[in-house]
């Protein structure tokens, strides 16, 4: 029993990293910083209709913290190496493995803390209408991506066809 819930521990700490092959956003993608959110920042400037001061102040914002961002994804990902290798020895050492997915989750939390002061300073920017259909994008992609990791109806059928 305390394997199992150790193994299921170890899988939803993984299942955000475990992008799709080929997915470029995934967090364990090699992507330089020069990338980062290029594509997610010209989608939400036309999609939320942004005038160009508003543009060049969410840049500055974005911009402020990018080498932070980059720099904690990659301790993320040095982290959940360290990870791997340690769970696929034969004589795994439980210390260290929580230790390292400590260390994810404290990590995991700045990424959280950073990200909530970004969408603050753009909160700032932005008028109520434009603030409001960013939430409302948010709160689609949320959706999107909880159903992408956790879509019962999916694992009915998967549990079906084992049968």
């Keep these: 029993m305390k394997k199992t819930v150790f193994t299921l521990a170890i899988l939803m700490l993984l299942a955000p990293f475990a992008g799709a092959q080929g997915d470029k956003r995934s967090i364990t993608s090699d992507r330089g910083p020069e990338s980062f959110g290029a594509g997610r920042a010209f989608f939400f400037a036309e999609k939320l209709d942004l005038n160009d001061e508003q543009k060049d102040k969410i840049k500055v914002i ?3 913290s990018r080498d932070d961002i ?5 301790e993320i990902r040095t982290l959940m190496k360290e990870v ?3 769970m696929s020895k034969k ?5 260290k ?4 997915i400590d260390k994810v989750a404290d990590k995991q939390k700045k990424l959280s803390r950073i990200r909530t002061d ?4 753009i909160k700032s920017v932005l008028n109520d209408e434009q603030f409001k259909k960013l939430t409302e994008m948010m709160e689609k992609k949320r959706k999107s991506h909880s159903k992408k990791f ?3 109806d999916k694992y009915k059928d998967k549990k079906k066809d084992r049968r």
């Design 91 to 95: 004589d795994s050492d439980k210390k």
């Design 97 to 100: 493995i929580y230790a390292s």
């Design 70 to 74: 980059v720099k904690i994804r990659e």
């Design 150 to 152: 956790f879509d019962k």
């Design 62 to 64: 974005r911009d402020s």
């Design 118 to 121: 970004q969408i603050l300073e």
């Design 84 to 86: 791997k290798e340690e």
